[in-house]
């Protein structure tokens, strides 16, 4: 029988360091793409284009299409989570999500306590496109949002500069939030394990949030929460591959990889290169992490930068990305200067 071919990305995730590092970018399938642009006019909001297969995945291959990553991410959004369980979620342009915010313990009692997955379907059948349009070396990413990062959104709904809402809620009405964690755990386990069902290679669980709270919370509400889904996810599928990424963790990342189990961590680019080194990338697969801002720059900036994070990183099991989404202004000259660099 031939052997499957290999994907760096998942040998990676596997424990296997690859000569050149494996490469892809948050937020790859966006707004810097003028191919991009052209499918979000036409699918009409954000959240149609969610789920529309055709068009989800359409946007999912372009960036595969021009730059070769060795990782594709489904094109989809954290919150579509709350509109699972019957949650009104709507993105204003120019102003981000909108939800109707569950601020207050009454509220919260009339969240549904499962999600419909069916609803969610689009989300399977555009994995299931992307799949079967992959090459064999290319890895498929399936994700979540973190319940902490999720519920932030959930309780003010909307995003706020430091959550505070959420952190309030959960000082306040510690049981109340607690229900809202408890749901989203629940149904991000079954939301990744269907995602893996459809054809994803590996999980990725962001929480962006996670670095507004004090080191008690942090493992409270973004630490055992991870744990429990990564759990979870194992119990039926014990090979599953796990990214985490709580952003802005800092010091704490330690902790979090040893509790969390998952297979690698996501860093920004703010995290301290032997720190990281020493304590985090000597246990798991680091993926990372260079400043979105650097790329828009360019030139030899740019190139000191990719240089930098090769220096401090290349040398254990790594997974080159940036240290957070893309941004939209981005030339796409720099992003092929930034592979070539990698690469060569």
Not at 90 to 119: I, M, N, S
């Amino acid at each position: 029988m031939p052997q499957p071919a290999k994907k760096p990305f998942i040998d990676v995730l596997s424990g296997q360091r690859q000569p050149v590092p494996p490469m892809w970018m948050m937020r790859q399938a966006g707004r810097y793409l003028p191919e991009y642009r052209e499918v979000r006019a036409k699918a009409g909001g954000f959240l149609d284009l969610c789920f529309n297969p055709e068009l989800a995945a359409e946007v999912t291959l372009q960036p595969i299409r021009r730059f070769g990553f060795d990782a594709a991410i489904i094109f989809s959004d954290i919150l579509v989570i709350p509109y699972a369980l019957g949650r009104a979620v709507r993105f204003e342009v120019g102003e981000g999500p909108r939800l109707e915010p569950l601020d207050d313990p009454a509220k919260v009692a009339t969240l549904a306590a499962h999600a419909d997955l069916g609803k969610l379907q689009p989300v399977f059948d555009a994995l299931k496109i992307v799949r079967g349009a992959l090459d064999s070396q290319t890895a498929l990413i399936g994700f979540c949002g973190a319940p902490w990062t999720v519920a932030t959104y959930m309780v003010a709904g909307h995003g706020t500069p430091d959550q505070a809402p959420a952190r309030m809620m959960a000082y306040r009405h510690p049981d109340a939030f607690s229900k809202i964690i408890d749901v989203l755990v629940d149904s991000s386990i079954e939301y990744l394990l269907a995602q893996l069902a459809a054809g994803a290679d590996a999980l990725q669980i962001f929480d962006t949030w996670a670095g507004v709270l004090p080191p008690t919370e942090f493992v409270r509400w973004s630490v055992e929460p991870t744990r429990r889904i990564v759990e979870g996810v194992r119990a039926k599928a014990p090979d599953a591959k796990i990214i985490g990424f709580p952003r802005g963790a800092a010091a704490q990342l330690p902790g979090y990889v040893e509790a969390t189990d998952v297979n690698g961590v996501s860093i920004d680019w703010t995290a301290e290169p032997s720190f990281i080194r020493e304590r985090v990338q000597s246990r798991v697969a680091v993926q990372g992490n260079l400043d979105p801002l650097v790329l828009i720059s360019g030139g030899a900036a740019l190139d000191r930068a990719v240089d930098n994070v090769l220096a401090n990183f290349a040398e254990g099991r790594f997974i080159f990305n940036l240290g957070h989404g893309i941004q939209p202004e981005t030339p796409i000259a720099h992003v092929e200067q930034m592979i070539r660099r990698v690469r060569g």
